[in-house]
């Protein structure tokens, strides 16, 4: 399980939503039956004290500690995983900081059941409904997705009036962004382009506003890998949906 490093820009912070720290660590820890092994990693130095007081109420438990950017500590720790290790990764990056190669370490280790929380409502932000990003969050998002593909896909020409042509003017082309359902259906695909299963997300909102996209996602590409993985995302999500 990991949070990702808090290194964004000043123009991205008022994108970010007050996240949840300490209740899916202690979730993790009381899992019944429990993990033989538990990973934390987190850049900011408030988390990690919080951790070390939460690893100190769970001596039984066989807890490791990272103080790392995820997009090094994930790579590191799938290639920790013996031939037979077999593990479940939470992931909760902080705005945009994930890079999209860090889940595609994930999706080859073929061993990691991810739960990811994407951050959706930063991408509706910084996707502006009629175009006109600003550069550096292009950038951004090329390397959140994993590729520029997301500049043509999420936009489609506006629909015009028929009065537009009322003067015998033909009206510019406005290119419109797709809504958040649509854009939550594109990021699945994405991943399925890399996971052998991804089930349908659940949208977590918050006054009715899609703020992140909840997903799970298998790389063990064997048949009943998947088919287990259909029926737990049935049974943790159905609530939500």
């Known amino acids: 399980m990991h949070r990702q490093s808090a290194k964004v820009s000043e123009s991205q912070m008022a994108l970010i939503p007050e996240e949840d720290f300490e209740g899916s660590v202690i979730t993790a820890l009381e899992t019944d039956p429990p993990f033989h ?77 991810l739960w990811l929380l994407f951050p959706l409502s930063v991408i509706i932000r910084m996707t502006r409904k009629e175009g006109e990003i600003i550069p550096e969050w292009k950038e951004t998002l090329n390397r959140l997705l994993g590729t520029n593909e997301w500049q043509e896909a999420f ?33 699945k695909k994405r991943l399925e382009s890399q996971f052998a299963f991804v089930a349908d997300p659940v949208p977590l909102k918050n006054n009715n506003r899609p703020m992140f996209s909840l997903f799970l996602a298998v790389s063990n590409p064997s048949e009943k890998a998947r088919n287990l993985a259909r029926k737990v995302a049935k049974h943790i999500t159905k609530d939500y949906q």
């Open 155 to 187: 936009y489609a020409p506006k629909e015009k009036l028929p009065m537009d042509d009322l003067f015998g003017h033909e009206q510019d082309e406005i290119m419109e962004r797709m809504n958040p359902e649509a854009v939550q259906q594109w990021v």
């Open 37 to 113: 092994k538990y990973f934390f990693n987190d850049l900011d130095s408030q988390y990690i004290e919080a951790l070390w007081e939460i690893r100190d109420q769970h001596m039984d438990k066989d807890i490791t500690i990272k103080e790392m950017d995820a997009n090094a500590f994930v790579p590191m720790f799938c290639r920790m995983l013996g031939k037979y290790d077999r593990a479940v990764l939470f992931v909760d990056p902080f705005s945009t900081e994930l890079d999209w190669s860090t889940l595609a370490h994930i999706a080859e280790s073929q061993k990691i059941d």
